[in-house]
């Protein structure tokens, strides 16, 4: 009889397996939660520029530009203000759509205004009708049903760039052609930078950025709010520890060794969880980040091809070996203290016949290290008795770097080398 049973009793086996996810969907990038940490000002900003849509409305058609890198918070903060300001106007007794379009895959000005025309359920002739005429009959439905539009346009980038001038202006400047109409039709637009709007005339570019809404990358303290927020609702109690979400906030804050890009951070968390559960593991690690970042962050193969190249000297090599075992031993701090290290490597050169360099040059192999690009280190600060220098390697799984590390030593100890 061959091992293992049938398909049913495989899936079986997997659904039945516990799991460190408590709602892992809280965790995808299309999620948007009721809270966004350190984006109170910009939503603040957003309010001040639609609030008379609730308090005058018909009289003016209302915009911003939100403009900042990828995964600093714009879409999310975008839909949650529509979604809450809708609200709050519902009960003012003003009925207030959400539009959102993604420009990356609706770039003409005929489909952006066909998929207007069908988020707010309004029929169309299948085929026909101009960009002009459709849009037209929206204007005239929002007028017939006493309603008002947010259109939320994602990555306007791509729209500027595919249908020009003219479709911009013709969009933020719709009601110059259609002065019979309230204002009942208002933008958010969203862009990585501005300049996209080198494309367009002088006239158009002013009155996009008459209300600008700036978003900057998040910082490891920020981040290190908004995993704990997400974390909590998406994960069971006692699954993910403090020191992991420090880790991640460390590794990808814009004043860490990251970008500042929380949709990042939120894809670590999550593959760490992920790693987690096909280990059969109750908790999150802080190996299982390191394998996350590895998977996410292409720097990790850099970091092997160094090791393969042939560029570290031998005792760079054994340091970097005894760096990788004292933090295989900590499977709940993500560095490892400088005499922790130094012990660890005497270790190791005794283990390969070689005499251990001196404290001085030791400093000097980690200095190198870290230049290259192949180890984190920083001074230690609060919660850590004395001063030192904290190691971490947050790059690739540290079994599989090991075994790199020490293959590139033992051919180097035999004459092999590039």
Aim: overall charge neutral; hydrophobic content about 40%; charged content about 25%.
């Amino acid at each position: 009889m061959p091992e293992g049973g049938t398909t049913r009793d495989i899936i079986e086996s997997v659904l039945e397996k516990p799991s460190v996810f408590k709602s892992r969907e809280k965790l995808d990038p299309d999620y948007v939660p009721e809270k966004l940490p350190h984006r109170e000002q910009q939503l603040k900003q957003l309010a001040m520029y639609f609030r008379g849509i609730i308090t005058d409305p018909g009289s003016t058609s209302h915009r911003a530009l939100i403009v900042g890198p990828i995964g600093v918070g714009k879409t999310a903060s975008a839909r949650r203000f529509t979604m809450d300001f809708a609200e709050i106007a519902r009960k003012r007794g003003l009925t207030l759509r959400m539009v959102y379009i993604n420009c990356h895959a609706v770039r003409t000005l005929y489909s952006v205004v066909t998929s207007i025309a069908s988020q707010l359920e309004i029929p169309m002739p299948t085929r026909g009708y101009s960009a002009r005429e459709v849009f037209e009959r929206v204007l005239e439905k929002l007028e017939e049903r006493d309603e008002h539009a947010i259109i939320i346009l994602d990555e306007f980038d791509y729209f500027i760039e595919t249908s020009g001038n003219d479709a911009v202006y013709f969009l933020v400047r719709v009601y110059d052609e259609y002065p019979m109409f309230k204002r009942r039709m208002h933008y958010i637009f969203i862009m990585r930078d501005l300049k996209h709007l080198n494309m367009l005339n002088p006239a158009t570019v002013n009155y996009l950025l008459k209300n600008v809404v700036t978003f900057q990358p998040y910082t490891v303290a920020q981040l290190y709010d908004i995993l704990q927020y997400r974390a909590e609702l998406s994960f069971y109690p006692g699954t993910v520890g403090d020191e992991v979400i420090r880790y991640i906030a460390e590794l990808t804050g814009i004043d860490g060794h990251g970008e500042g890009n929380a949709r990042q951070a939120l894809q670590i968390l999550t593959l760490a969880g992920e790693y987690a559960d096909n280990e059969g593991s109750d908790r999150i690690t802080i190996e299982h980040v390191r394998k996350a970042h590895a998977l996410v962050n292409p720097h990790a193969v850099r970091i092997q091809d160094i090791i393969l190249e042939g560029s570290l000297t031998l005792h760079q090599l054994l340091l970097l070996l005894a760096i990788i075992r004292v933090l295989r031993s900590k499977e709940t701090e993500p560095y490892a203290k400088m005499g922790e290290v130094e012990q660890e490597y005497r270790a190791v050169c005794e283990e390969f016949g070689e005499k251990p360099r001196g404290h001085t040059q030791v400093y000097e192999y980690i200095r190198d290290l870290k230049l290259k690009g192949v180890i984190d280190a920083k001074p230690s600060g609060k919660g850590v008795r004395g001063r030192t220098t904290l190691i971490g390697l947050s790059a690739a799984p540290l079994d599989i770097l090991e075994k790199t590390v020490i293959d590139a030593i033992r051919k180097f100890k035999a004459g092999d080398v590039p």
